[in-house]
C-alpha cells in the first residue's frame, strides 16, 4: 500500500548496510501514531536511508515514503563547517525538494540535529519548514546533558514500539549536541510536545510545528 517516493542513490560501495544489533522499545512513537489518522494517505519523510524494516512496517498504511538521507550527503560530511549559513539553507533545500503540494505527515529525524551544527540547524530549520502542517508528527532524539557521547548508529522501524538499531559502518560525523533551550531558538519551526529522558543520557522526543 505504501510507495517509496525518493530514495537518493550511490554509486556502489559508497554506502553499507550493518546487521540489526538490537532492539530500542519506545513509549513515543504509539503516541505519535495515535494521533495520525492512519486512514487517510500519509506523505512520510526519514532523515536515513530506506532500511527494509522501514518499508515493511510501513506497507500496511495507504502512505508515501520519502528517503533522504542526509547523513551520507557530502556537504554534510566535508563541508558543513566551511559553508555559509546560505549556503547549507540551499543544499539542504536541494535535497528536501519535493512535489509541489507535498505536505508532510510524519517526520522520522532520528538523532541527525545532533550532527548539525549552529548554522546547519538554523538552513535546516528553514528548508524543512515549508514543507510543513499544523498536523506534522514529528519524531527524534536529543540530549538531556551536552556531555554525551553520541553512539554512531542507524534507526529503523519495526513496529509501532520498537525501533531497530544499527551500528554505521561510515565513519562518524563530528557531533554537536545542543540543549533544549538552543533547540526552541535554532529549530523555530517546531515545539516540543512530549520528551521522555533514556537511560543513556540521550532524549526521545515529540515535536510539533509551531504557531
Known amino acids: 500500500m505504501s510507495s517509496v517516493a525518493r530514495k537518493i542513490e550511490r554509486p556502489a560501495g559508497s554506502f553499507r548496510l550493518g546487521p540489526v544489533v538490537s532492539r ?3 513509549k513515543l512513537l504509539p503516541s505519535m501514531f495515535k494521533m495520525i489518522d492512519v486512514n487517510h494517505r500519509l ?29 551520507n550527503e557530502p556537504f554534510m560530511r566535508e563541508q558543513q563547517a566551511s559553508l555559509s549559513e546560505k549556503d547549507l539553507k540551499h543544499a539542504f533545500e536541494e535535497q528536501l525538494r519535493f512535489p509541489p503540494g507535498t505536505q508532510i505527515d510524519i517526520c522520522l529525524l532520528w538523532d541527525f540535529l545532533c550532527y548539525l551544527d549552529d548554522r546547519a540547524l538554523r538552513a535546516f530549520n528553514s528548508a524543512l519548514r515549508p514543507w510543513l502542517h499544523f498536523g506534522t508528527k514529528t519524531h527524534g532524539f536529543g540530549v538531556h546533558h551536552l556531555a554525551i557521547r553520541l553512539e554512531n548508529i542507524q534507526y529503523g522501524v519495526i513496529d509501532e514500539e520498537t525501533l531497530s538499531i544499527r551500528k554505521r559502518l561510515s565513519a562518524q560525523m563530528p557531533y554537536y549536541p545542543h540543549s533544549q533551550i538552543e533547540m526552541h531558538e535554532m529549530m523555530n519551526c517546531f515545539d516540543f510536545e512530549r520528551g521522555l529522558l533514556l537511560p543513556e543520557g540521550k532524549l526521545e522526543m515529540l515535536l510539533k510545528p509551531r504557531d
Not at 47 to 60: C, K, M, N, R, Y
Not at 61 to 71: A, E, Q, S, T, W
Open 24 to 26: 530500542q522499545p519506545s
Open 43 to 71: 506523505t512520510v519523510l526519514e532523515i536515513g536511508s530506506a532500511l527494509h524494516e522501514t518499508v515493511d512496517f510501513f506497507s500496511q498504511f495507504k502512505c508515501r515514503l520519502h528517503f533522504v538521507d542526509l547523513f
